[in-house]
């Protein structure tokens, strides 16, 4: 997951300490360690996670999450889940 995080961009907007620090989209630092995630809409888990990852505008029209190299394929989308509840 580090590796799709790092090769799809994601730190050019979001912030991980010690990783990258992108100033545009939310801080992921603690990410895991949050009950909700998209300005608290979703509850934070891996069905959630998925949906959001898979199609950001479709479930949050109007957000801002703008994907590098257009949509993630199933793959990445599980390999930033497993990235993303490593982040406490």
């Known amino acids: 997951g580090f590796t ?14 010690g990783v990258s620090t992108g100033t ?5 630092t603690h990410f895991a360690s949050r009950t909700t995630f998209a300005g608290s809409m979703f509850d934070n888990n891996d069905t959630n996670l998925r949906k959001w990852l898979a199609d950001p505008l479709g479930v949050k029209p109007g957000n801002k999450m703008l994907i590098p190299g257009g949509k993630l394929s199933p793959d990445e989308v599980t390999k930033l889940i497993a990235y993303l509840n490593s982040l406490r």
């Open 24 to 28: 545009i989209g939310p801080n992921l």
């Open 4 to 17: 799709v995080f790092n090769q799809r961009g994601c730190g050019g907007c979001h912030t991980v300490a």
